[in-house]
Nanobody
Framework: QLVESGGGLVQPGGSLRLSCAAS????????MRWYRQAPGKQRELVAGITSGGSTDYADSVKGRFTISRDNAKNTMYLQMNSLKPEDTAVYYCNALLSVIHFWGQGTQVTVSS
């Protein structure tokens, strides 16, 4: 089970940190990712991190978002800085175990003045 938290309403230019807590160890996950889905749009990959710590980002968030994971706390994070209105979406965490995908329920991020 994955549970996201940390979403909310923030002004443009502000910051938020999302958390994705797993009910068990995350060490076994091959990769963990953050996705987002804005109203009327398809779900898109935002950032990913492998078990070895390699990261990748969507071009739209490079330099602004940072993904990380704390294996001791069984938690993945997404630090989001310099937020823009177009970052408004429901953010979902995803974990890959072999060929099985696990999803959280999502957390709403709204960037508005």
């Amino acid at each position: 089970q994955l549970v996201e938290s940390g979403g909310g309403l923030v002004q443009p230019g502000g910051s938020l940190r999302l958390s994705c807590a797993a009910s068990g160890t995350i060490v076994s996950f091959t990769a963990m990712r953050w996705y987002r889905q804005a109203p009327g749009k398809q779900r898109e990959l935002v950032a990913g991190i492998t078990s070895g710590g390699s990261t990748d980002y969507a071009d739209s968030v490079k330099g602004r978002f940072t993904i990380s994971r704390d294996n001791a706390k069984n938690t993945m994070y997404l630090q989001m800085n310099s937020l823009k209105p177009e970052d408004t979406a429901v953010y979902y965490c995803n974990a890959l175990l072999s060929v099985i995908h696990f999803w959280g329920q999502g957390t709403q991020v709204t960037v508005s003045s």
